[in-house]
């Protein structure tokens, strides 16, 4: 199974700054590397996939990169609606398909 | 637009059979589909169980393996999770999902289709 690795725990941003968060797998998953963000109380929804492009919706200010075992999140500036918490998963090698324990973004 | 909706007892006792439906809708192909059950548990992670594809496969987390069934009813637009002998570790947060998909292509476990989740406490 991969394990997959996030950092920070918490990151603490005050709005309109930039938020960069890390995933590391234990093992290659190419740039097969999604994340997620997640209200409270909400579903999962998808930001990004194949580690660098964003899904239907979401805004420029998402970024992705990476590839390998190495992957960032980037958010250009933070809104409001951004304080969240983010995870990583990985769908390369399977089964199990498996997630980070995530990141969450407070505001500072 | 796919949606998901999860339905099934809140409520479970230890050592029984959680079981839970998906009912789909908004997704007009009844012979191609990947679903997948996915959890979490109160202020966790989540942690994906398993899917099902339409080639008749099912896929599930080596964790759960010995417990798990997923199930689909393509007359019914609806597929199913069963997961027996449940402890109360099995409390989570069950939600249904569907990989996205781009241009006519699945990208198998991108989610991009959630439904709303369900809670199910294991309690006696």
């Known amino acids: 199974e991969i394990v997959m690795t996030q950092s920070p725990a918490t990151l603490s941003v005050s709005p309109g700054e930039r938020a960069t968060l890390s995933c590391r797998a234990s093992q290659s998953v190419s740039s097969n590397l999604a994340w997620y963000q997640q209200k409270p109380g909400q579903a999962p929804r998808l930001l990004i996939y194949?580690?660098?492009t964003r899904a239907t919706g979401i805004p420029a200010r998402f970024s992705g990169s990476g590839s390998g075992t190495d992957f960032t999140l980037t958010i250009s500036s933070l809104q409001s609606e951004d304080f969240a918490v983010y995870y990583c998963?990985?769908?390369?090698?399977?089964?199990?398909?498996?997630f980070g324990q995530g990141t969450k973004v407070e505001i500072k | 637009q796919v949606q998901l909706q999860e339905s099934g007892p809140g409520l479970v006792r230890p050592s029984e059979t959680l079981s839970l439906t998906c009912t789909v809708s908004g997704y007009s192909s009844s012979s191609d589909y990947y679903w997948a059950w996915i959890r979490q548990p109160p202020g966790k992670g989540l942690e994906w169980i398993g899917s099902i594809y339409h080639s008749g496969s099912t896929y599930y987390n080596p964790s759960l393996k010995s417990r798990v069934t997923i199930s689909v009813d393509t007359s019914k637009s609806q597929f199913s999770l069963k997961l027996t002998s449940v402890t109360a570790a099995d409390t989570a947060v069950y939600y249904c999902a569907r990989p996205v998909t781009i241009f006519g292509v699945v990208v198998m476990g991108a989610y991009g289709y959630w439904g709303q989740g369900t809670l199910v406490t294991v309690s006696s």
């Open positions: 194949g580690a660098s």
């Open positions: 998963q990985q769908y390369n090698n399977w089964p199990p398909w498996t």
